[in-house]
């Protein structure tokens, strides 16, 4: 009985009957084709795959250096944003306000503050509110705005002491209002 044996590697044929030693060169050669095919893979694909330390340094330099230039230019547009947010809600309050006053016939006092433009206070006839989508919102920092009536600036003030929720200060610390 004869033995079909196809190297795939080799691209061989061998042709081998029932004799011991013939099966025996033709298992060696196949098996050390085999080993070698392996440690040609695995050996090849490390290179491949692999990074080199420096490799690496460099491109942590390289994003280091772009999160250098980009953040500081990311951070100050964001603060800039916040500010002219909290101007946007000044202009809607005083806006809500007028339209309180048309109702009622005057702003309220001090003592309803803003929280009187979402909810009817008591002893108030003719409001027809509310005069806000949503209750009264805080400041893009997380402070209430201040509510003065009479203003020292107009009629009322709506005050936002900034980001350090603190009057004064400067860029995003600076106060925000109505006037």
Known sequence: MFHLI????????????NSHALRSVAHKYMFRSIQER??????SAKKILGFTLLELLVVMVIIGLLAGYVAPNYFGVVGKSEVKAAKVQADALQKALIAYRLDVGHFPSNELGLGSLYTKPVGVAK????????????????????YRQPGQHG?????????????????EDA?????
């Open 6 to 17: 196809y190297m795939f590697n080799r691209a061989t044929i061998f042709l081998f009957d």
């Open 38 to 43: 392996n440690y040609k893979t695995r050996h």
């Open 155 to 171: 009629e009322f003030d709506i005050i936002s002491y900034g980001r350090d929720g603190r009057p004064g200060g400067e860029d």
């Open 175 to 179: 106060d925000i209002s109505n006037w």
């Open 127 to 146: 409001w027809r509110g509310p005069y806000l989508a949503k209750s009264v919102p805080l400041d893009p920092w997380g402070h209430a705005y201040i």
